[in-house]
């Protein structure tokens, strides 16, 4: 089966142009099920209800969030309602929503699991230890997991801790779409970071001359999105349903 996983979604821009992308994508890959990070979807930060939809209406099977994915708590009753839209499983036991979702396709089922880092992020649970208790809960023919984290050593650490244990790993968070794609020695499908979907010419999608003055002056500045033509970053991924191992993973990057 071929999943494809696109990374955090950006804006209004993002999602524009997700929605604009997204009908060509299919015709070329094909994909059995799609994955897209959407925390920050919505304008400013953080995911709302219509950014959700937008996604959804895309063709995405799931939205996998990150620190900034109960940020706007207009998203809590959605998050809630388990629709196939999730947060880092490793939050507070109180926190809305859940971290894992099952998708039933009737001849196999996918359990995807989002988690978030434990370096330079606040985390309630570390995330090692989180996928240690989750594994044995989750009755799935394959098992995905977006690995919203900001140091590249912990995700590279959480695809090994990982490999042979679960069908593939992707990083997010990060924006910047890594060229390490590869299938680890148990099988597991990896790369540290897919990218975003959003403003091209951007620091992580933020008007570059806002994130330049905060890097210069440390003074308080309120970021916007830059404008100007986008970009997608996201993978396909190839996976073998009777091994539940990754057969092959490429990385997708276009403007």
Not at 30 to 41: K, Q, Y
Request: a negative charge; charged letters at 20%; hydrophobic letters at 40%.
């Amino acid at each position: 089966m071929r999943i494809m996983a696109i990374g955090d979604v950006v804006g209004q821009a993002g999602c524009d142009f997700l929605r604009q992308k997204m009908p060509q994508l299919k015709e070329k890959y094909r994909p059995d099920f799609i994955l897209v990070n959407g925390e920050n979807s919505a304008e400013g930060n953080g995911i709302l209800p219509f950014s959700a939809k937008q996604i959804f209406d895309c063709g995405a099977d799931v939205i996998t969030t990150g620190n900034h994915g109960l940020r706007r708590r207009e998203i809590n009753e959605m998050m809630d309602e388990q629709i196939g839209l999730i947060r880092p499983a490793n939050y507070h036991p109180d926190a809305h929503g859940a971290g894992v979702y099952l998708y039933d396709a009737l001849s196999y089922r996918i359990g995807v699991v989002n988690l978030q880092g434990d370096v330079f992020l606040e985390t309630y649970e570390n995330p090692f230890g989180c996928m240690e208790r989750l594994l044995p809960q989750i009755e799935a023919d394959i098992i995905l997991v977006d690995f919203h984290a900001e140091a590249t050593s912990e995700k590279l650490g959480m695809g090994y801790f990982l490999d042979g244990k679960v069908s593939l790993i992707f990083g997010t968070h990060t924006h910047v779409q890594t060229a390490d794609e590869k299938i680890l020695p148990g099988g597991t499908g990896y790369i540290t970071d897919i990218g975003m979907c959003g403003p091209a010419y951007s620091v992580l999608g933020v008007a570059p001359e806002l994130a330049i003055r905060r890097m210069r002056t440390h003074l308080p500045t309120r970021f916007e999105n830059a404008s100007g033509p986008c970009s997608l970053g996201g993978i396909v991924a190839d996976i073998d349903l009777k091994t539940k191992k990754t057969t092959s993973i490429q990385r997708i990057f276009i403007v």
